[in-house]
């Protein structure tokens, strides 16, 4: 038996499901119910009349002038509501993920509130991944800005140019070409770089959609699971929090893939739009001024500060 809670109709094609909500809005607007109920009240008053002409010759006339006037209200009646409904068709989840991503302001630095959560044997092997700290993660595009930074200390991000920084304290920050990120550290990148707008068109096309429990205050939920297997680091399934006044995600749960089968669970609570400057994502703006950022011009500096910083938990590659 199916379950009544579930989409119906999440295997079918998003657009089908627009062509007939179109069909059904432009069969809805061809009605006039104004005038409809205009021709109603005049067939009222007309036989209103005709009944108190005649009722003192044909009783019976009256008896059967009223049941047909209100047979014919009723199905204006039923007609109204049928037009009422049609037009208001609930939409699937897909189609309510589909306005949602249309409605992302584009550029626009969004904020989250951000955590990570791994179990026990995947929090040994990546430590730096699932310290269990609530974090503000800003993001705009490929660039995102975390706070506070690994460890609980500083800040750290990537810029606008995908390069990936960590200013730990004031005095110095370290930063890495994408190409030349060590290996721990690509990981957590992968792990907590999820922007909407991409994230989204994913769910749409290789996740199967379905509704979750009805929140209070507005809120309902949509389970998404992929069809077929991830592969590292891909999105496994994803359960959006929807305020449907609004059309925006609250928060979203997603679980990735870790290498060796292990699950991370990124937990992302939506706090708001931002307005941040491209100066905001670059590691030279979180460290004092004349402080020295150590890449890859500077590279026996930038290993000794990591070893400093984190230890063995971020070993730089030869």
Partial sequence: MSNPSQDEFRNGPSDMDRILREHLDREASKVDVDTIWSQVNSRLESDSTRISVEDTKKTSRKRRGWPYSIGLVASVILLCSVLITTNSVSATPSQLVEKIREEIPVGQDASYRLQVELSPIARELFPHLGDSVIRQISTRGVRFLVEPGLGGHGVWGRDGLGRVWLAPRK????????????????????????ELRPLLDEVLVDFDLSWGEKQENGLRSIEANRRGVPGIFGVRKVTLLINETQNRIVSLRATRILPGGHTAEVRMEFLGFKDLTEADYVAETHIEEGAKVSDRTHPIQRRQLMLQYFGQAFPPEN
Wanted: aromatic residues 4%; proline residues 8%.
């Fill in 171 to 194: 005095d110095s920050a370290i930063r890495f070409e994408e190409t030349e990120l060590p290996k721990p550290l690509r990981n957590l990148v992968n792990t907590i770089g999820l």
